[in-house]
């Protein structure tokens, strides 16, 4: 079934607002409090949404956060049920630090539709390219360059690889640099970075490398919508993960999970900027107004688009 609509204009609302309630604290160097800012008017206003919503992906463990969390209720008990997974502040960092790039993202789907990820790793891999054995996360760096030199007639010097700029990429970042790959390094963000391969005009042909497992999902959602090439295996370092995982439901903690296996059916994926972006603007203050720039998908009716929505404040 479709997932109604208006449920698109509600949604851009609630990162919109979440957004804005973060923006008051960029540059502060206090990523906490900016995180707590977009947790508290994100959790405000799903609670006025006339929805039965669980969140599935939730946000705050790893960074000692405050958290919307796995299994939270939210809504008006009212209307659908909705699988719901938040990160109200990604890129805390960016906020603290006014580094462009902070997002308040959201994705919704219907009951049982979004795979409940735990709070850990994910070795991941995007692309544009669906072909069956082009891209795989089993594939050595050097045969997914080459495959993807060749689906794309490229050479290897003219595509572009995103990754995050860790101490754990640097065997990954060494070989792009023997293949002579144009590396695009970002230090944090790795739902927005993993998006640049939807459109051309970001020119980034392949994102990998180790980031969050629940941003893996988020992620996911929207490159569903746009028809892009996603895979992920959660990486569980210690004990107390693997015990978190198989509460979760699951066994197989090698597996790894297709784009279709992560989300089904259908979703709304909503990221707003609260610093600028490649993806959309950050939150601007007009007088008693603020405008936000969201880019929002609806799988089922094929929106994929950046909307422009100016507010009071």
Not at 7 to 23: G, W
Not at 287 to 292: A, E, K, L, Q, R
């Given at each position: ?173 060494e070989e792009l640099k023997k293949l ?40 996911a959602t929207a490159l569903d919508a ?88």
């Open positions: 079934m479709a997932i109604d609509k208006k449920f698109v204009d509600q949604l851009v609302k609630v990162t919109s607002k979440a957004a804005l309630a973060s923006s008051y604290l960029v540059g502060k160097k206090n990523k906490i409090a900016a995180d707590k800012a977009a947790v508290d008017s994100m959790r405000s206003n799903l609670n006025n949404l006339d929805i039965q919503g669980e969140i599935v992906i939730g946000e705050g463990e790893l960074d000692e956060a405050p958290m919307l969390y796995i299994g939270e209720k939210l809504g008006t008990s009212k209307g659908p049920g909705f699988d719901i997974a938040v990160d109200p502040l990604e890129g805390t960092n960016f906020a603290a630090n006014n580094l462009p790039g902070a997002l308040s993202v959201i994705a919704i789907a219907e009951k049982n539709n979004l795979f409940k990820a735990p709070e850990t790793y994910m070795e991941k891999i995007s692309t544009k390219v669906n072909e069956k054995n082009v891209i795989d996360l089993d594939f050595t760096v050097k045969e997914n360059i080459y495959n993807l030199s060749d689906y794309l007639n490229k050479n290897p010097e003219n595509l572009t690889a995103c990754i995050l700029n860790r101490p754990r990429h640097k065997k990954i970042i002579k790959v144009n590396i695009k390094l970002i230090t944090d963000g790795d739902v927005s970075g993993a998006l640049l391969v939807t459109e051309e005009k970001y020119n980034v042909d392949i994102f990998l490398g180790i980031g969050g497992g629940p941003e893996g999902v988020l992620a746009f028809n892009c090439n996603f895979q992920g295996r959660f990486l569980f370092k210690t004990e107390e993960d693997q015990v978190r995982a198989k509460k979760m439901g699951i066994n197989d903690l090698t597996k790894k999970y297709e784009l279709n296996e992560i989300i089904t059916g259908d979703s709304i994926f909503c990221a707003t900027g609260i610093t600028p972006s490649d993806l959309v603007a950050g939150i601007e203050i007009q007088g008693n107004d603020f405008v936000s720039e969201t880019l929002v998908t609806h799988k089922s009716s094929g929106l994929k688009k950046v909307i422009k929505l100016k507010q009071n404040l």
